[in-house]
């Protein structure tokens, strides 16, 4: 649900009258729609390189949970919802809750100096955007763990070995997404007027930290390292380099200015392989040769038209920005009042500069951000790789959207493990493939290649540039199957006998599927799908999906370069005490809903985080509020409650040291119903778990630790 201002995404922009998933469901039988897990003519013991699934579980102190197919095990006791205390009006607990046998502790907060000469944060939130370009931003999102020192590959062939030496884990890089800014905290007087000021100051507490944390092993602690090299903040002013076919194109020859502190000053055309910032960063991916890939995903939020209150000129241009969702005034940040660039009507091409995946090199400090095009244009959620026995690399994508589509890029050469160098530009070149999903359990990916398909210049697709810059366009005209909501992505470890390459997706939810009076939008683009009520289908089987549930499925041929896949529902969310049959899911275990934050750790366990209110209120009362649940995914409805969060946050972004030994878990907007004259209305969070001065709620980045020291969740 993102914070009270944040856009919920539950507005359908999708004008394609496409079939949908929802639209075969009724003529597909459940039982052909799951897979049937077979051991792969392969045991438990079965030895990936030097290493067995069993062989891991011996590493763990106190597993209790025997392993089974590609799957350690989950050796913790479930943790009660947090549910709503009428009395107060708020959660039970304003805390991270653990299992019993571990900690929760607060590594990095919302204002932490990261780098260098960093000043300190302020309670009153009173401090500049110049200190906030050396912070910790706001509102973390997806992130990822790099080993220091040296480089490590991290081929999926080999990354379980590294449990076996928990001592050479004491030094990381870790790179955190930071997705938008809560207005009523960020200043000490909220948004009652914009400035030019506040909004520098919003635009640096965007974007993504790089901040050095280290580990004291005798207290089994991780602290951030203030004074390290490799400290940066990327921010939404940072030159950035764009590449892939949509370099150099008039595409992205916007307007070019002179950024300062003071404003935008128009100074040019820029020359269309250079951009400036990334913002509304939420989830991610990483690479094989040890790269950071970050997400930009409700971009079209930050512009607005002042001035031309209509909009562009261009009727092109101007529909092609409304299929994305940009409108007269935004989601409220104000950016466009006081920062031309961020004005749609008189910089029109500005917004092409994003919806991207951008790749940053961690041990590179002086290194510049690439904007990788072939990987097409969307509200990009996670983009998660595979690797197959051919070293081919693909990597899988959802657009958070109602009605939006699920994508796969495949890079056209191979992956060279032994020259990082090589690889530098893997991204660059490929094809891009949006998911068709089919009545009998099959799917086809379908190319999204200029001159093919449909993607024609009689169909407005004059170049692959073009096709690429209007991504949801072309999934439009191919035939693409729209989905829930695609949020996360996630790729299951190919260990202990299991070999699949097996993908899984959330999808968070639709309240409008499957309600009346049914709609479809123009094939075109053309039209704004703002009241789509898309029928329901196999792979989205229910209507009005406000709980969600997580799609799956396997490669044919166990290779990225397949064409075709089988398909099943993992598991439909729900709560089992709702009256609506409906609504009830499909969970033996412990309930959630609205799942979002998705991934495996390296012993095969499925990590879910949810994005509801948060409040405990309508249909969260049994549920209570946000968490983060772990799954078998050889038994989907074995799923149990291992961390409920504070009120009002998001629980998203999930990684472990490769030891298994440590998690870290990021909380968004934590108390979101505070106002600019009480912020701590709803709670003082972090400050209430014991971390840092009271003054507003801060999001953060939370280590999770055993007390025994053993592996998180075995």
Known sequence: MKGRLHPKNNITLNPSSNESILDVIGRVGMKRRRFVMTAVGASAATVLGDFTISGLVQTVAAATVPPGLGFGGMGFESVPPNRLNPATGALEKNLVTVPQGYKAEVLVAWGDPIMPGAPNWLPDASQDAAAQEQQFGMNNDGMHFFPVPGLQFFSQSSRSRRAKEPSRYNRGILCVNHEYTQEQFLHPNGLTEVTIQKVRKSQAAHGVSVLEISKDRFRNH????????????????????????????????????????????????????????TLNNCAHGYTPWGTYLTCEENWNGYFGYLGNPQGPTEPEVRSQQNRYGVSATGFGYRWHEVDPRFDASTNPLE???????VEID?????????????????????????????????????????????????CSQPFNPRVRNANRNLLDNGILYVAKFNDNGTGQWLPLVYGQNGLTPEN??????????????????????????PEWTAVRPRIGGFNEIEVYCTLTNNSRRGTTPASVNAVD?????????????GANPRRDNRYGHIIRWRETGRT????????DIFVDCGDKLDADANHKGNINGDDLGAPDGLWFDEFGRLWIQTDQAGDGLGDWQNIGGNCMSCANPNNPKEIKRFLTSPTDCEVTGVITTPDGRTMFVNIQHPNDGGTTENPTLRGNWPHDQGYGPSGRPRSATVMITREDGGIIGA
């Open 460 to 485: 407005g697709f004059n170049s692959q540039a073009e096709v690429l810059i209007k991504t949801r366009q072309a999934a439009d005209r191919v035939g693409a199957t729209m989905m829930d909501r």
């Open 525 to 537: 683009g053309s039209t704004r799908g703002g009241s789509a009520r898309p029928p329901v289908d």
């Open 351 to 357: 917004p092409n500069l994003f919806g991207w995946v």
């Open 222 to 277: 991780w602290s951030v390292n203030r004074d390290s090299q490799y400290g940066r903040r990327i921010t939404v002013n940072t030159e950035m380099q764009i590449s892939g076919p949509v370099a150099g194109s008039a595409f992205v020859k916007s307007k070019k200015f002179d950024i300062t502190p003071e404003g935008s000053f128009e100074i040019g055309v820029n020359d269309g392989y250079t951009a400036y910032g």
């Open 362 to 410: 961690p041990y590179d400090p002086e290194s510049k951000p690439v904007k990788r095009t072939a990987l097409g244009r969307s509200k990009h959620e996670s983009v998660q790789y595979v690797l197959d026995d051919n070293n081919r690399l693909g990597l899988y994508m959802g657009d958070d959207e109602r009605n939006e589509y699920i994508y796969k890029f495949v």
């Open 560 to 567: 990225v370069t397949a064409t075709t896949f089988d398909w």
